[in-house]
């Protein structure tokens, strides 16, 4: 093995906690690097089937396609996607109504959005539901924003589709 190749395997494979078995440590990509669909995926903590429909949906999202169809998200792309989450899931607005933000802000969303009226908050409500229709349970009532921090509801939001899919593929076996 060459010094070069052993330098790497090294600063790769570090103990675990118990400094018994050898894992692969990730390593650390540079802020202005392209990031491919998974690691989109996995720092938002939504599925890439997401992220692929939200292309469709917000033209403003245009990730580089190289050959084979692979996607590199610029850190733009990202900032965009982590902030139409946020509104999505955190805040209660509607696919629609974070497409009217960006036209009215020239296909920027601003950082002092207020939260969205009664009439949004209930059609996100409705096309959630719409979107997982198979729920068996009825979700928790919603706690005031006041007392609810939206790391917290981000997550709740994550959970409740993470359920909802699992709901569906088990309605698809046998």
């Known amino acids: 093995m060459s010094p070069r190749v052993a330098e790497q395997s090294s600063r790769l494979d570090t103990p675990d906690a118990a400094g018994t078995e050898p894992t ?7 802020a202005g690097a392209f990031r491919t669909i998974s690691e989109v995926a996995d720092d938002l903590h939504i599925p890439q089937h997401v992220l692929r429909f939200w292309e469709t949906k917000f033209p403003q999202v245009k990730p580089l396609k190289r050959g084979g169809g692979r996607r590199y998200y610029r850190p733009d792309d990202i900032a965009l996607l982590r902030r139409v989450s946020d509104l999505l899931y955190t805040q209660g607005y509607t696919i629609k109504g974070v497409q009217r933000l960006l036209r009215e802000g020239g296909g920027r969303l601003a950082d002092d959005i207020p939260p969205p009226n009664d009439a949004e908050r209930a059609a996100a409500e409705a096309e959630q539901f719409a979107r997982a ?11 005031p924003s006041g007392r609810r ?25 046998p």
């Open 24 to 30: 692969v440590a990730r390593l650390r990509k540079a």
């Open 149 to 173: 921090t939206s790391e917290t509801e981000r997550l709740r939001s994550v959970l409740v589709h993470a359920l909802a899919e699992l709901e569906a593929i088990r309605a698809l076996l």
């Open 133 to 143: 229709p198979q729920l068996s349970f009825l979700p928790p009532e919603p706690v």
